[in-house]
DNA sequence: CTGAAAGCGCTTACAG
DNA sequence: CTGAAAGCGCTTACAG
């Protein structure tokens, strides 16, 4: 039924191992084929509509020109969940894969665990929630030892696992904490604020921010007051659950509760930007002028953030040059199995009204 | 290196096609395979974790458990790019996949063309740019030929080739323009634009959304100026040209166009909510207030939409659904090779703040 | 420069 | 209930 390497060596009338050798010309050039057996198989091969079948180039141990991309969320969720935080990633990794000839396999559940064994895929893309505290700590831990061992090409995006050296390519969160610190400093907003995710396991990027603006606010001598700092358990203020648009829902209670508590806030710096969307939802509510009355910052600059009103001010991540180092990255690491990386990437400030 | 059925075979002590039939139950039942047996085979595997080769099962014609998706850019864009638009639409087609036991491979390029000949993908989803009045409109229709002789499981979203009947979702443009002149009819709004693209092959919902409006307009006995209608080419307005975030472009030249040559408007009915934003950027950086000077609605629903400000009346297309229902389009199709379906979607009216 | 043949890891009639 | 063997469509030493 399906055309194969034996219709085309007929048609051409030579043998499977000479077409075969057409089409994989081998690199070191020793392999020759006269001019005319080569034009004689390929047009037979074009006339016949001929391509190689991809399971028996696999089974024959060759690359599947395939890269896995997985969320790797926590137990509660099965599916690689996206966003325009992923779709940033997965469009520069999929420019730079069809560049090189590969393709994405965005894998849902925890599959993503043996496709390299099996031949599945020859890289993968852990973009992943932090799992600290998490009770599926150990098994991820045992996952990246097997990984290491066996030097599989991977790399994680923006996350970090306790005690273990990942290769992984990461936003720097404390220069991104600077220039935000810097523009506080600039603007003169004295009660600074924090919103990252209202819940007992917060992802560490918002912990790590937060923990970064307290210790840069110090150094330059503003206050820093520890109640305005809604990141994990909040004593008075119920988990938001984490499910459908939780971040939203983490900005919207956190603002709400600091009002409702008579905290007074200048400027509240959000763990990311749809974060800032929930605070600037409520303060439009409640009629809070922002930023007249507070300042917002995001962070991450997603998809539109220009186009909300106000425009939202926050710390650009370049997705998309993320998705593209990834891939260089797993490339390299094919060609060499001992490579490891950890890359630390420049955010940029995007002043716009918010703050 | 790997561990294959083989190793499984002698550790169990028994032949490779009793470790095979274990692993392959065959749905009628007629293979049996003694309890005991059964528990060894597995202990074996399990013990030497084994996963059987991809490669191989493929090889022996069996079903990739992978299926395809591919945006079908038209030739000068030779990625899928992802928005958040095919981000809802992905992540129900990957939840359905993943009940299902399938993976989605994102195929950038033309390389869609040819995945299932070579059993790369069992079926294929394809978002793709209307191609009315595109130079390779005669491609693609030899493409769809080759694919409904071969009764390949595909299926197009939100779209339609001109003179080719093939296996489609698409939303219910009628039905939402319906919903949209109902609601112009019950805010008493009297000047009607609408911005679709500004470009001389705008794609096809566009125009399709552009003619119900008119007719239904009439219908109701509003008057309609056609000068306020902005899709194609429009005399005196630059083409806005197709690359970077050109939507929010149409809705902003658009408007700044009309405001420009004086001709007021009471509400605008934008293609999508993308265009809608950027009507809303000119506005609000011209002071003209929404909805109390112009009423704004979009289409799609797209996320954050209730995020903006004002949030955006829109028509809701639920795309999670259309991705699930095109996963068991394929499925359907899989198993009965003569199935064929084109599916209209009704769709709902969100009203917010925008109009 | 070209061909014959082994073998990649599976599944599946077929025989017992 | 279990096993021996053919064969899926390729690539790759090896021989000539």
Redesign the interface.
Known sequence: M?IGIKDVAQAAQVSIGTVSKIFNPDPSGSIKISAETRTRVLAAAQRL?Y???????????QSTK?IGFTAALPEEH???????Y??RI??GL??E??RHGY???????R?YQ?YM????IDGLVMLGYSLDNNPRQAEMHDIFRRFAEKKYPYIVLNNSYRGLDLPQINIDNVRGMELIAEHIVSRGYRRIGFIGEITPNPQRHHTDRAESLKTLLRQYGLPVDESLFLNGVIPGLDAVPRSGNYS?RDGYCGLEFLTRNRRPVDCLVCGNDTIA?GV??YA?EHRIAIPGELAVIGFDDM??AE???PSITTVRQPLEDFGRMALQYLLRKMAEPDYFEQKLITPELMVRESA
Chains 1, 2 share one sequence.
């Open positions: 399906h509509n391509t190689p079948n991809y399971g028996a180039k696999l089974l024959r141990g395939t099965i599916c690689s969940w996206l966003s325009d992923s779709s997965l469009n999929g420019e894969a069809q393709q994405l396999l965005i894998i849902n559940g599959d043996y064994d099996i031949n599945r939203h969307l600037m939802k439009h998809v539109n186009y909300f009103t």
